[in-house]
DNA sequence: CCAGATGATTGCCTTGAAGGCAACTTTGCC
DNA sequence: GGCAAAGTTGCCTTCAAGGCAATCATCTGG
C-alpha cells in the first residue's frame, strides 16, 4: 500500500515531513546553489536530525527528485483509470500530462538562475539515479495491467516502460535546455504520438 | 578525438589501465559478489593506486560499464556505415548487435552465480545510470548524422536515441533475469521491429 | 483511560566515496 | 641527454550511507 493512501496521524505526518524534506532541499538549491549546501542543512531546515532525513531519502538528490517522482507514481495511477477504448500511447501521454497541470508553480515562476540549477541538477548522474529509482517498477506494473501482460515474464510492459522513460527524459532535457515557449504538454503528445507510429526518419522541422 | 582511436605508448598504457581496471572489477563482482569489494580492491588487483582508479573510473558502477558502453560506442560508429537506404530501426537493431558477437565470452561461460550477479547489478540505478552515461550522446550524434537532424536544435535525434537506450535496457534485464535461451540478437532484432511499428498493445506472446 | 506494543526520531559510530593538491615518475620530442 | 607534458601517487578534507541502541510519540486492546 503506497504511503500517501493511508491515513492516520502518525502517516500523515510522516508525510509531512517528507514533503517539508523536500522542499526545503529545493529552497536551498535555489537559495545557494546544487553543490553549496548539504544534507544537514535540508534537515535543519525542515527542523529534524539528519539521521532523520537519511531515514527518508537516501540522498540530497532523492529528496529533490521527490516531486517528480511523486508525479510519475500518480501517472501510473492515472494510467490505470484511462478509458480501456483509448490507444495505448494517448493514454500514456495523457496520464503524463495530467499531474503536471496540478503541480502549477511551486517556487513562483523561476528566473533564469533558478532555470540554471535546474538543468545543473538534470544533467548530473547522482539526478538520474534518483529519477530511476523508485518509478520505472510502478510504471512496469501499471502498462502490464492495462495491456493484460505479465510484468515478471513478458517482456512487453518493461519494454514500453523503459521507452517512456526514455522519451520523457528526452522531453525534459529538451525543456531545461532551451526556450520553454512551447508547453510541455503539446511537445509530450506529439512525440508520443510519434513513437506510435514507430518514430518515422525525417522529424517535421 | 576518441581515446581508442589515437596511438603511441602513452595513449596505449592508458587504454591498458583502464580494461584492466575494468576486467578486475568484473572478476571481483563474480568472485565476491556486487557489495563485497571496494574500489581499493579494484585498484590493487590491477596494480595500481585507488587515486589512479579514480582518475580512470568516476565510480565503481562506471568500471563494470566500460565493456558495455565501449560497445555502444562501437555501435554508434557501426550505425554510420550501415547502408542508407537500409530503414532507421533496422539500423540500429544490427548496429547494436554486430559488437555483441565480437566480444565473445569473456570470462568463460557463466555460471548461475554469476548470472545472479549480472542481474543484481543490472537491477541497480546506479549501473544504469552508468551505462547511459557516456553513450547516450555518441548515440545522438550518429542518429543525427543518419537522419540529418541538428543534434543540438532538434529533438528528433535525442528522442531516438533515449528510446534506443531504454529498449536495450529492457532486454539486458529481461535477459539476465529470464533463462536466455533465445539469443540475444533476435530479441533485439524483433523489439526494434517492434518499435518501428509503434509498438502495439497486445504482444505476442 | 491506561499500559504495553509498535513505530519514529535521534546520536553515535564505522566505512566508503569523491576529489583537490603537490610531489614524483614516466613518456614524448628535439 | 634533457626539457616539457602528462600520468601516478599519497595525503588530506569533506560528505554520504547506514547499523545500532536509547528514547520518545502514537496506537490499540482491555
Redesign the pocket.
Known amino acids: 500500500m503506497p504511503e500517501e493512501a493511508r491515513s492516520?496521524?502518525?502517516?500523515r505526518?510522516?508525510l509531512d515531513?517528507r514533503k517539508a524534506l523536500s522542499d526545503a532541499a529545493l529552497e536551498l538549491m535555489f537559495e545557494r546553489g546544487l553543490d553549496n549546501f548539504?544534507?544537514?542543512d535540508v534537515a535543519a531546515r525542515a527542523?529534524?536530525?539528519?539521521?532523520?532525513f537519511?531515514?527518508?531519502f537516501?540522498?540530497?538528490y532523492d529528496a529533490l527528485a521527490y516531486r517528480v517522482n511523486y508525479r510519475i507514481r500518480r501517472s501510473a495511477e492515472l494510467l490505470r483509470s484511462r478509458p480501456a477504448e483509448e490507444p495505448l500511447w494517448t493514454a500514456i501521454a495523457e496520464a503524463l500530462i495530467e499531474p503536471l497541470r496540478d503541480d502549477g508553480v511551486p517556487f513562483g515562476r523561476p528566473t533564469d538562475e533558478q532555470i540554471l540549477e535546474v538543468r545543473k541538477l538534470n544533467a548530473t548522474p547522482e539526478m538520474q539515479v534518483a529519477l530511476a529509482r523508485n518509478t520505472i517498477e510502478d510504471l512496469v506494473e501499471a502498462i502490464a495491467d492495462r495491456t493484460g501482460t505479465d510484468p515478471k515474464a513478458d517482456l512487453y510492459p518493461r519494454l514500453v516502460a523503459n521507452v517512456t522513460v526514455g522519451a520523457l527524459n528526452a522531453v525534459l532535457n529538451r525543456y531545461v535546455q532551451t526556450d520553454p515557449s512551447v508547453a510541455m504538454s503539446s511537445v509530450l503528445r506529439e512525440v508520443f504520438a510519434s513513437i506510435s507510429e514507430g518514430l518515422p526518419p525525417p522529424p517535421r522541422t
Open positions: 492516520g496521524l502518525r502517516e505526518k510522516k515531513t548539504v544534507r544537514e527542523g529534524v536530525s539528519l539521521r532523520t537519511s531515514n527518508y537516501a540522498s540530497k
